[in-house]
């Protein structure tokens, strides 16, 4: 049996595999080490379908002349897997309410809703609460999907665009000690979940290019290899957070004023630099 992948011949010899799902399964790591995923199969020229595949798994190599497996990036998968929970959302908008009330459990089960909760757990649970009825309502969900979206189809795009926002946060954050000791707390609030969410988007771009295969591995932002540095700045973030939280404005201050803002930006240059060269 040849293997290919991609149509392409993949130079992979069964050894002890005998069915189609134990080569499968001898190459689930080798996949997913790559970042990609198994997404369709066809054997012999002819496409397996879902309702079939149980059955393919089972089928002897030794009459099967060429197994052709299809893969995507986790990137690609991703995006798919947020073009159909927007299809999601028209259904439950459209659902009755006994409908509505059985939805959540039936769509955690869907391929879309397993890999975001593998990949993006925060937005699965936002999700699923959504679909409960629990959450904020589609309209908020919309609009957050679509940012994902973006950002899987147009990392690039969605860093360089991110960079007002960055300038604008930072900015507010070197302004983080002044509001908490001249009484304006609301602006206070306000900075720490703007900044919160711009952190985990300039975060989560860095990852999108990583699986794309963008060299941002070997980054360095301030003399310190990319991925300490992020581990380093999140520990940062959490000692913010927490001195917020504990009313201890002086410490929460100087973090946001001396380690978080120079840090973000430090960070969001770096990336732009080393993938865009501005």
């Excluded at 040849?2 to 050894?15: C, Y």
């Excluded at 919160?196 to 070997?218: N, Q, T």
């Excluded at 946001?256 to 973000?264: D, F």
Aim: aromatic share 8%; glycine share 8%; net charge negative.
């Amino acid at each position: 049996m040849k293997i290919t992948i991609n149509g392409v011949d993949a130079d992979i010899r069964p050894e002890t595999e005998k069915t189609v799902g134990e080569v499968l399964c001898a190459l689930e790591s080798w996949l997913a080490d790559s970042g990609y995923r198994l997404s369709g199969l066809s054997i012999d020229g002819e496409m397996v379908g879902i309702e079939s595949m149980e059955e393919c798994f089972s089928r002897e190599i030794d009459a099967i002349s060429i197994l052709d497996i299809k893969t995507s990036s986790v990137a690609e998968l991703l995006a798919e897997a947020f073009c159909q929970l927007a299809q999601d959302m028209d259904v439950f908008e459209a659902a009755g309410f006994e409908e509505r009330r059985a939805f959540a459990s039936g769509w955690v089960l869907s391929p879309q809703a397993i890999l975001l909760a593998e990949q993006y757990p925060d937005f699965f649970e936002l999700a699923v609460s959504t679909f409960s009825g629990e959450g904020a309502g589609v309209q908020m969900l919309r609009p957050l999907a679509g940012e994902r979206l973006r950002e899987l189809e147009d990392p690039v795009g969605e860093l360089r665009r991110a960079g007002p926002l960055v300038a604008d946060v930072c900015g507010r954050l070197e302004e983080f000690p002044l509001d908490t000791q001249t009484g304006k707390d609301a602006r206070a609030a306000e900075t720490v979940a703007l900044f919160s969410g711009i952190a985990e988007k300039v975060f989560r771009l860095f990852y999108v290019l990583k699986m794309e295969g963008f060299p941002v591995g070997d980054i360095i932002v301030e003399e310190t290899p990319i991925t300490t540095f992020i581990s380093e700045f999140g520990a940062t973030l959490r000692d913010m957070l927490a001195a917020y939280e504990q009313h201890d404005t002086v410490l929460a201050g100087d973090i946001a004023e001396y380690e978080v803002a120079p840090r973000l930006r430090g960070l969001h240059n770096a990336v732009i630099h080393a993938i865009i060269g501005d």
